[in-house]
């Protein structure tokens, strides 16, 4: 079902950060007091966390589908008078998006004073604009005017997301310390004054499960032995990314799952997790690809085809580091185009080796220019294969820090 919205506008983020923080107060607030007294409360605390962040909007400009237009006959008049016709054409364009829809409602702080009537959808979003003459320059103009109009406060309002993202713990944790509070205050009176308490406080409760969204799954495309390329969606490389930093972030906690591991058992664990994650696709490890065996290979199980390829390696400093880019790229052949490189950090100084990172990337002759990035170390980088300039390859460099 559409949803029309003006976009980043609708809601301040003032209004927006006080109307979620409500929420979960009120959803904790509906549990019985049996449920929040005896309910495991850092398993409760995650499930609330992970149902109120916020994902980043992402909009993928490739994905962009621009119907056919609708024509209609505008009336002109000069005062009174009619005096003839024009032609009108009508555009719908829509994009894929992914992240939290309820971003595209929030007016960021700070924010660029413009708007524009957005269509939203579970997975797409599009905007709608005329024009009154057949021209591909001024369609061109109008469709980017109108582009910019709709998505100009993007960057401001994930700032905003990641911003929310990092306040939420505290705020999860401020909420049900309130609740849980006044119950055994409450408790303690009534024992006070000789009231029996229902022995069920003390039993163990199930904490909800958050919905998940639904999981990318590679493209058959049409007409599929013409394409250039393997078929895989941004959407899916970025779910992949995604499963690998938030496994990483997971292992960093647990040192009993990293420590005094060799690269293949971390590559394995990964491993384990992608190899089951999406339909039609194999997974596997020191796969030959090219010149070498990578250490993890996504597949198209149909046809054999690469949709992901990715390197774990230890950091041993700035040399071995150009040295592994380098391995990476050597492995891809020219359909290749979805990768990773993996680093997995025992130095104490966590953040320095990120700065060294992120100055010695740049330095790789293959070295393109950024493409943003996904959190505190993970950075994306567009890349050419060395033997083809004209080859772009998507590079996420992602760095996990496991010093014990």
Same mark, same amino acid.
């Given at each position: 079902m559409y949803i029309g919205i003006n976009s980043f506008n609708e809601i301040s983020c003032f209004d927006a950060e006080e109307g979620f923080s409500k929420k979960i107060k009120e959803e904790i607030g509906k549990n019985a007091k049996e449920y929040i @007294?005896?309910?495991?409360?850092?398993?409760?605390k995650?499930? @609330?966390i992970d149902k109120y962040k916020f994902e980043p909007l992402k909009i993928y400009i490739e994905s962009e589908v621009i119907n056919k237009p609708s024509v209609s006959k505008e009336t002109l008049k000069r005062g009174d008078y009619i005096i003839g016709e024009k032609e009108t054409y009508s555009f719908t364009v829509k994009y894929n998006y992914t992240g939290s829809a309820d971003l595209f409602k929030i007016s960021p702080n700070p924010r660029?004073? !413009? *708007?524009a009537k957005i269509f939203i959808t579970e997975d797409s979003v599009s905007f709608s604009f005329q024009l009154y003459k057949k021209d591909p320059v001024e369609f061109k103009k109008e469709k980017d005017y109108k582009y910019n109009a709709a998505f100009t406060n993007l960057n401001n309002v994930n700032k905003f997301a990641n911003e929310w993202n990092e306040k939420l713990p505290n705020i999860v944790n401020r909420l049900f310390q309130q609740q849980k509070i006044k119950y055994i205050e409450e408790n303690d009176f009534f024992a006070a004054i000789n009231v029996k308490i229902n022995d069920n !406080? &003390? *039993?163990v409760f199930t904490v909800?499960?958050?919905k998940k969204k639904i999981i990318p799954q590679p493209i058959i495309a049409k007409n599929k032995e013409f394409a250039s390329e393997p078929t895989v969606s941004n959407i899916m490389?970025?779910? !992949? @990314? &995604?499963?690998i930093y938030d496994l990483g972030k997971g292992m960093e906690k647990k040192p009993s799952l990293y420590k005094n591991r060799d690269e293949e058992s971390l590559r394995d664990h990964f491993l384990s997790f992608l190899e089951t994650r999406y339909e039609a696709t194999t997974a596997t490890g020191e796969t030959f690809?090219?010149?070498? &065996?990578t250490d993890i290979l996504l597949k198209y199980a149909h046809d054999n085809s690469n949709l992901f390829v990715a390197e774990c390696k230890f950091w041993h400093g700035a040399v071995e580091f150009q040295k592994a880019i380098s391995q990476l790229l050597g492995y891809l052949t020219w359909r290749d185009s979805k990768t990773a490189l993996i680093l997995f950090i025992k130095n104490n100084d966590? *953040? *320095?080796v990120l700065q060294v990172i992120k100055k010695e990337v740049k330095l790789n002759p293959y070295y393109i220019k950024e493409n943003g990035s996904r959190g505190d170390s993970s950075f994306s980088y567009l890349f050419h294969l060395p033997q083809d300039k004209d080859k772009c390859i998507f590079l996420e460099i992602i760095a996990f820090h496991f010093d014990k």
């Open positions: @007294l005896g309910v495991d409360e850092n398993e409760y995650d499930y @609330l660029i004073m !413009t *708007s !406080t &003390k *039993s909800p499960s958050v490389y970025e779910d !992949t @990314l &995604k499963i690809n090219r010149n070498g &065996k966590f *953040s *320095s």
